[in-house]
């Protein structure tokens, strides 16, 4: 599997396919399943944030992510992603690869820590995952997510120091 930046024009399509199917489900993102395709511009592909796609050896799209600050100006050094994995092909260590690109390429862009803003708590998979890697539930917003099936829904704000090495939070 490789994970390279993505071409906004030659990609736009594989990445609206992966983006459409994963908030079809309205159970982790806080996008209406209706979402028209026009908007991933916006939320995907925007100017200030870097795009990147999974591949695997025969050129399959396997998942995406987008970094970016999580504020302007006074809060831009800390950085915010988002990561899609194809639902045809979770389970392969897609979002483990997202993950760590992201907080390498994080780093070098000399972002200080990255949050996550809404990680929807019944989403165990995600949780457990941005944990392993370091990532601290900050905060909670009790009812913060409307599920398309279990209704009002906690979230978490996440967040991971890159200032530290990944041993020293592990050994916390």
């Not at 990532?135 to 967040?159: A, C, N, Q, S, W």
């Amino acid at each position: 599997m490789k994970i390279r930046q993505a071409d906004k024009h030659a990609d736009y399509d594989k990445v609206w396919d992966i983006f459409r199917n994963v908030i079809s489900t309205g159970d982790t993102y806080v996008f209406d399943p209706d979402t028209p395709r026009i908007s991933l511009e916006k939320h995907w592909f925007a100017d200030y944030m870097d795009t990147f796609v999974a591949e695997d050896e025969n050129g399959v799209m396997l998942g995406t992510y987008i970094i970016k600050p999580n504020q302007i100006d006074l809060g831009n050094h800390i950085a915010n992603c988002s990561y899609m994995v194809n639902p045809g092909y979770q389970g392969r260590g897609t979002g483990k690869l997202l993950c760590e690109h992201s907080i390498s390429f994080a780093r070098k862009k000399g972002f200080l820590g990255i949050q996550f803003n809404m990680v929807v708590s019944t989403n165990e998979a995600a949780v457990k995952l941005w944990q392993k890697f370091g990532f601290e539930i900050t905060g909670k917003t009790p009812g913060g997510f409307r599920h398309k099936e279990l209704g009002l829904v906690d979230t978490y704000i996440m967040f991971k120091n890159l200032q530290t090495t990944d041993s020293e939070q592990i050994s916390k």
